[in-house]
């Protein structure tokens, strides 16, 4: 009798996981979320630009849209300017500048002009 039991108390425990089982595989998939995660929508987005910067002389100038620069060891670079840009400074041939530039497919073009306070020149001194 105990024997009996035994079997029929396994049988039932079989039954109920097996059933439990095939419930679980006839379960329809949780709907596609409609919107892509947040994440994900940040990773998407194209990133901007990275701006950079170039130091040097000013070799020529044209208000507004052009500007050379000749850098360390004979560089020069030739920027388009911004019609946002910010200009400090007065911008002519010869002097100081640092031009913040970001590239536009094959152009560079210049965000940002700070031009260099001129030195001043020493007056010899009166004996």
């Known amino acids: 009798m105990k024997r009996i039991l035994i079997v029929l108390v396994a049988l039932v425990a079989m039954v109920a996981f097996l059933g439990s089982a095939v419930a679980q595989e006839k379960k329809a998939p949780a709907p596609a979320p409609a919107a892509p995660a947040p994440e994900k929508a940040k990773a998407e987005k194209p990133k901007a630009p990275k701006a950079m910067s170039f130091k040097g002389t000013i070799a020529a100038y044209e208000a507004g849209k052009m500007i050379k620069v000749k850098g360390s060891k ?21 002097a100081k500048v640092t031009v913040a530039y970001k590239k ?3 152009k560079m073009v210049a965000t940002s002009i700070s031009v260099a306070a001129a030195k001043k020149e020493k007056k010899p001194e009166k004996k």
Do not use: H, L, R
């Open 74 to 94: 004979e560089k020069e670079m030739t920027f388009d300017i911004a019609a946002d840009a910010k200009i400090k400074g007065e911008a002519k041939e010869g």
């Open 104 to 106: 536009d497919g094959d």
